[in-house]
């Protein structure tokens, strides 16, 4: 849990607010890995709209008094269309109180933050946006591997399962170069097709994969097994969603140790 001494901080080195709409980065799961800016703006919040990955303990921070809008996705169940969620954001901003839009992981990536903050703006309110720690380094580190090694992977790359039916695939063939981590978001539903891409374009089929489950969270688990069984593997231990996918010789390398697991509650 956070502590409130953790605030005891000399003002000047906090970033001041710099509009009345803040959209914030709420990270993987624990609240530990909230930012310090992170944490102010939730305390200070006066309307909050907050997704499915936000968790309990980070709802908790915020004053008794805030308005709460559950606005959250999962795969075939969405509260809300974005949409909806874009004219309930410019309904709140035209308040004129501090509003938080709050996100799991990092509101810029696979967070469609930069679609609200683009409706916010074009109807003329300032938002300024607090960074989270994102799920593919948060629950790669919680989980003991290393995206990137010097001996294996000289680069990481982080890629959606889910796109929209228009939107163009993912380079397939970039990514089955063997010196480089893919980290897949969203990626349950399309496993079989995923791993069929990547050992179509030259990954090895024994590629070591871990599906981090409900990462950086006490459910959290670890199932690790080949790229070519990836979607068997994922049928028998009946992984649920959240969940994220590291593909790469760095998944050899995992710490059996998981990394401050006994620190996240």
């Not at 679609?115 to 799920?135: F, K, N, R």
């Not at 790229?227 to 231990?237: G, K, V």
Request: charged content about 15%; aromatic content about 4%.
């Amino acid at each position: 849990m956070v502590h409130s001494q953790l605030l005891q901080i000399p003002g000047q080195l906090l970033s001041p607010p710099t509009a009345a709409i803040s959209l914030v980065g709420a990270g993987p799961g624990d609240v530990g890995l909230l930012t310090i800016n992170a944490l102010l703006r939730i305390q200070q919040a006066e309307i909050v709209l907050y997704d499915y990955l936000v968790s309990e303990q980070i709802l908790s921070l915020l004053p008794a008094s805030c308005q709460r809008y559950c606005v959250g996705k999962r795969a075939g169940q969405h509260s809300m269309t974005q949409d909806a969620i874009n004219q309930l954001l410019l309904k709140v901003a035209a308040t004129g109180q501090r509003v938080v839009r709050l996100k799991g992981g990092d509101p810029f990536i696979f967070g469609r933050g930069a679609e609200e903050m683009q409706v916010l703006l074009d109807s003329g309110h300032h938002v300024e946006v607090i960074p989270g720690i994102t799920a593919a380094s948060g629950c790669a580190a919680y989980a003991g591997i290393p995206l990137t090694h010097r001996d294996v992977a000289q680069s990481a790359t982080v890629v959606t399962g889910y796109c929209k039916a228009a939107g163009k695939s993912p380079d397939w063939a970039q990514m089955a170069v063997t010196n480089s981590t893919v980290v897949v978001y969203m990626g349950l539903f399309k496993a079989a097709k995923i791993a069929a891409e990547l050992i179509k374009h030259g990954r090895a089929a024994g590629t070591p994969v871990a599906i981090i489950e409900k990462g950086c969270t006490p459910a959290q688990r670890v199932v690790e097994c080949q790229l070519n069984n990836l979607a068997d593997t994922i049928a028998e231990q009946s992984i649920q969603s959240p969940a994220l996918l590291v593909i790469g010789d760095v998944v050899a390398m995992r710490l059996q140790q998981p990394l401050a697991a006994e620190d996240v509650a």
